[in-house]
């Protein structure tokens, strides 16, 4: 059985490159297990075949190079399952945002594929909505209808009790039914489209 390897036959073996070997060299992950001190080649030992095998699958779990060298430093397994733990809640989270944000673009190609179902004169599109939730802020008595409460509910929903809220970037108004059957447009609200439910009420006024 051969003993030691080049860093070319390295390379061809695990596909990494002379580059990647050197640098794991100079920032102290994995060190040569010697070195000609004639030629200066460096040669791998048989067994850190294996540790260069497990230092590219904890990359490909998310672990950087410092938390990959803490892991491999460490005789026992107590680092590792401790980064294994934070690198699972980091995926819970990432995941949870990449279901937010698919549900986000499905809504947004649901909204904009409605501009070819039944077109009818003066109406850009028809459709129905099922539950919807909004966070509106009131229009006030005389007020004009731009910019107002536009920009009340950007500075309401900048605070902090409302930044586990899920928005939409699809905004409008509420209008009055009555005036509107009169031929009046009366805004009572500016809203913006919520994703979901709120978990709680505290922040919805």
Known sequence: MKEYFTIGEISTLLGLSSHTLRYYDKIGLLRPSTINEKTGYRYYAYHQLFTLERIRHLQLLGFD???????????????????????????????????????????????????????????????????????????????????????????????????????????????????LLDGRVVPTHYYMFLEKKPETLACVR
Not at 74 to 98: C, I, M, N, P, Y
Request: with cysteine; hydrophobic share 30%.
């Open 65 to 179: 190079l410092d938390e990959i060298h803490d892991i491999i430093s460490d005789s026992s397994t107590d680092t590792l399952l401790r980064l294994l733990d934070r690198r699972k809640r980091e995926l819970s989270a990432e995941l949870e945002r990449l279901s937010i944000l698919r549900s986000t673009v499905s809504n947004y190609l649901d909204y904009y594929r409605h501009t070819d179902d039944g077109i009818l004169p003066g109406v850009p599109f028809k459709t129905h909505y099922g539950p919807r939730y909004l966070f509106a802020e009131p229009y006030r008595p005389g007020e004009s209808v731009c910019y107002t409460a536009g920009y009340r509910l950007m500075v309401r929903k900048s605070e902090p009790d409302c930044a586990r809220l899920d928005f939409l970037r699809e905004i409008g108004l509420l209008l009055d039914y009555s005036a």
